[in-house]
Every structure is written in structure tokens, then in C-alpha cells.
């Protein structure tokens, strides 16, 4: 079975920061790119950032350029989504899914339940 677990969101105030945390097991990780997505409230989903399996390329949404960094560690089937100076517009759930591609979300293999994170002004 395969799973992927999201964890280290909370709430927070503007301009502090944040590591999200997607933890798998049940497949072969390193075989995967590894993709975030967030949904805020009364908003459709969308894509946040993605990372190939080796780490090598990595794509991010304009909204979070400069501002999230994403890294991957294989041998612990974890990836991270580093999230500074974050604004109040960052709150939502954020997922992470499995996949052997970037960023669209039909096209996912996998997803976790998500965790959420609020950011206060």
C-alpha cells in the first residue's frame, strides 16, 4: 500500500517560516518526481513545486519563487518543502503527490491527506 504522509504545517504569522514534511513508503521513492500542491479555502487546487527524483530539477509556481525551496532525501523517502516569508495568501492545505511528472494534478499517481497552514497577519 502506498502512502504518502504530509507533516509540519501549523499557523503562523507573516514572514516566519515553515518545513513541510511528505513522507512515503510502498513504492519505489526514488522513482518518482514528488510534487506539493496547496488549496485554500473556496479555491480550486494548484500546483506549488515540484522535484525530479535526483533532485536535479526542481519547477515552482511564480506565487512562491524565491520564497519556497524544495529538497529530497531518497534514502529517508522524505522530501521537503522549505517555506520562508510566508504571507497570508500561503493559507490553505497543502498535499503532496506522487508522480513521473510536474504539476498537473490529473496526472498524479499518488497523494497524501494533506496538512494545513494558516498564516496570520
Known amino acids: 500500500q502506498v502512502l504518502l504522509v504530509e507533516s509540519g504545517g501549523g499557523l503562523v504569522q507573516a514572514g516566519d517560516s515553515l518545513r513541510l514534511s511528505c513522507a512515503a513508503s510502498g513504492l519505489t521513492f526514488s522513482s518518482f518526481v514528488i510534487n506539493w500542491f496547496r488549496q485554500a479555502p473556496g479555491r480550486e487546487r494548484e500546483f506549488v513545486a515540484g522535484?525530479?527524483?535526483?533532485?536535479?530539477?526542481?519547477y515552482s509556481a511564480d506565487s512562491v519563487k524565491g520564497r519556497f525551496t524544495l529538497s529530497r532525501d531518497n534514502a529517508k523517502k522524505t522530501v521537503y518543502l522549505q517555506m520562508n516569508s510566508l504571507k497570508p495568501e500561503d493559507t490553505a492545505v497543502y498535499y503532496c503527490?506522487?508522480?513521473?511528472?510536474?504539476?498537473?494534478?490529473?496526472?498524479?499517481?499518488?497523494w497524501g491527506k494533506g496538512t494545513r497552514v494558516t498564516v496570520s497577519s
Open positions: 503527490a506522487a508522480s513521473r511528472t510536474f504539476g498537473v494534478d490529473s496526472f498524479m499517481n499518488y
Open positions: 522535484i525530479s527524483w535526483n533532485g536535479v530539477s526542481r
